[in-house]
């Protein structure tokens, strides 16, 4: 388990499991990861620069007056 709904964790069942592994929630913070995040960024740039659409949108949410 890398995500627990509060963290610290510090009373959960989980963490008196014996069948479990608590881990903090770190994977985003790897050299790996962050190159990940940097190419992909530049490329959605890149991508919209050229008139194309974004590959995941973020699209306003509709009014409603």
Same mark, same amino acid.
């Given at each position: %388990?890398? *995500?627990?709904?509060?963290?610290? !964790? @510090?009373?959960?069942?989980?963490l =008196?499991?014996?069948? %479990?592994? *608590?881990?903090?929630?770190?994977? !985003? @913070?790897?050299?790996?990861?962050? =190159?990940?995040?940097? %190419?992909?960024?530049?490329?959605?740039?890149?991508?919209?620069?050229?008139?194309?659409?974004?590959?995941?949108p %973020?699209?306003?949410?509709?009014?409603?007056?």
């Open positions: %388990v890398d *995500v627990l709904a509060a963290e610290p !964790a @510090t009373s959960s069942p989980l =008196d499991a014996p069948n %479990v592994i *608590v881990t903090p929630h770190l994977a !985003a @913070t790897t050299t790996q990861a962050i =190159d990940r995040m940097d %190419v992909g960024a530049a490329a959605e740039v890149l991508r919209v620069l050229r008139g194309e659409a974004p590959a995941n %973020v699209l306003p949410k509709e009014r409603t007056t």
